[in-house]
Nanobody, 125 residues
Framework: VQLQASGGGLVQAGGSLRLSCAAS????????TAWFRQAPGKEREFVAA????????PYQESVKGRFTISRDISKNTMYLQMNSLKVEDTAVYYC???????????????????WGQGTQVTVSS
């Protein structure tokens, strides 16, 4: 599967952005899918994910209540709605997908074999 992330930009603290990740190839319903982010000088970190069936959506603790992950199977697109953005949310955001069989939704980069190119999110104070 090939992934294309978009929707990043510059926003003031407290604002909102919606990221999109469009997939070509197999349906997203065949994959665990996730958003990660990487700030300058830091390791790539887990943000949120959706299980294959869509019933499980774990989040990183710092984004709970502010970010919402979702997907539209008919469009083969995943979204990350980001509200109440903070300066510390500034990073390059990556979407990822993996078709392997996991008991739990992966929350590390090792759990995902397919990656999009990333989209920059900058939150100003």
């Amino acid at each position: 599967v090939q992934l294309q992330a978009s929707g990043g930009g510059l926003v003031q603290a407290g604002g909102s952005l919606r990221l999109s990740c469009a997939a070509s190839g197999r349906s997203f319903s065949s994959y665990f899918t996730a958003w990660f982010r990487q700030a300058p000088g830091k390791e790539r970190e887990f943000v949120a994910a959706i299980s294959r069936g869509g019933g499980r959506t774990p989040y990183q603790e710092s984004v709970k209540g502010r970010f919402t992950i979702s997907r539209d199977i008919s469009k083969n697109t995943m979204y990350l709605q980001m509200n109440s953005l903070k300066v510390e949310d500034t990073a390059v955001y990556y979407c990822a997908a993996d078709g392997r069989n996991f008991r739990e939704v992966p929350r590390t980069t090792l759990g995902y074999q397919n990656w999009g190119q990333g989209t920059q999110v900058t939150v100003s104070s």
